[in-house]
């Protein structure tokens, strides 16, 4: 009888240290904003275009550092599409065969260059799960407060984390006069922080 006692009370112990199913990994409650990062990964977006909806499939690099921002579109063969480079002084854009577009921020110039925005500087913190919601708030993202609405009007999904409790996917949607409903699904599969 006593055997069975110290039995069940070390099985309780052992079941009192797993986490609850579906907690975030410690790593999301310790998650640090890293102002230098690297990714790659995949994105689909979808868009009004001028006669029906459209789609663009492709991939990703992401640069950041302190004051820049470099972020290469390719297709989904790998060919590039499109470097933007964003910083204080403003954001340029270059397409193969294309003259280079200036803009004095990089939101504007990407809206207006591919025809559906990509947003570029609140994709800064956003990548990273972190955000400024509609009130102004800070927002830091976890599998249990996986969603948001943006100061700026973007709604954000978590859908999916990585073992080491970073986004691995992130839906970003808006209404815009532009592009009408957008869809952005980004996937990342390489993650560099220095």
């Known amino acids: 009888m006593r055997l069975a006692l110290v039995a069940s009370s070390l099985a309780l112990a052992g079941c009192a240290a797993l986490p609850p199913p579906g907690a975030a990994p410690a790593a999301a409650a310790q998650r640090d904003y890293h102002a230098r990062l690297e990714l790659g990964g995949r994105l689909s977006v979808r868009y009004q275009g001028t006669q029906k909806e459209e789609s663009v499939h492709g991939s990703f690099v992401w640069a950041q550092a ?38 004095p921020d990089v939101d504007t110039l990407t809206a207006e260059a591919l025809g559906w925005p990509l947003p570029v500087a609140g994709m800064r913190e956003w990548l990273q799960g972190f955000a400024t919601d509609s009130d102004g708030r800070r927002f830091i993202a976890s599998p249990r407060r996986d969603q948001v609405l943006t100061h700026d009007g973007w709604r954000i999904h ?6 080491e409790g970073r986004p691995r996917r992130i839906d970003l949607s808006r209404s815009t006069e532009q592009a009408g409903e957008v869809s952005i699904r980004i996937v990342i599969d390489s993650w560099q922080a220095s």
């Open 158 to 163: 978590y859908a999916a984390w990585s073992d």
């Open 66 to 103: 302190p004051e820049r921002t470099g972020v290469t579109l390719l297709s989904p063969l790998g060919q590039t599409v499109a470097v933007i480079e964003a910083g204080p002084a403003g954001a340029t854009m270059a397409q193969p065969g294309q003259p280079m577009r200036v803009a």
